[in-house]
Nanobody, 122 residues
Framework: VQLQASGGGLVQAGGSLRVSCAAS????????WGWYLQSPGKQRELVAA???????DYAESVKGRFTISRDNAKNTVHLQMNNLKPEDTAVYYC?????????????????WGQGTLVTVSS
């Protein structure tokens, strides 16, 4: 699975931006898609996720402001970001996760796209 992120940029606080992740390869095997952010000097953290069944989950800090969605026809996952705040400034990474079960044991295979920088000015 290959992931290509796009859509980052500079926006003023209160503005909106949409980042997208185009996927190719064995997409049918993917169980969940996610967007992560990483600020300088900090660990990568989950922002939003969507399962293959369409269930979504969000970090508390973005609930009500960000929306993750999938366009199955275009094999693309979007993250719509509204009411952006300076603290949202980070590199955003898209991910795809495949769950594997061998016998009774579960593991996961994660794929990552390159990051896209989102800068929110105050």
């Amino acid at each position: 699975v290959q992931l290509q992120a796009s859509g980052g940029g500079l926006v003023q606080a209160g503005g909106s931006l949409r980042v997208s992740c185009a996927a190719s390869g064995n997409i049918a095997s993917i169980d969940a898609w996610g967007w992560y952010l990483q600020s300088p000097g900090k660990q990568r953290e989950l922002v939003a996720a969507i399962s293959s069944g369409g269930a979504t989950d969000y970090a508390e800090s973005v609930k009500g402001r960000f929306t993750i969605s999938r366009d199955n026809a275009k094999n693309t996952v979007h993250l719509q970001m509204n009411n952006l705040k300076p603290e949202d400034t980070a590199v955003y990474y898209c991910s795809a996760t495949r769950l594997n079960k061998i016998g009774s044991r579960w593991s996961s295979t994660d794929y990552w796209g390159q990051g896209t920088l989102v800068t929110v000015s105050s």
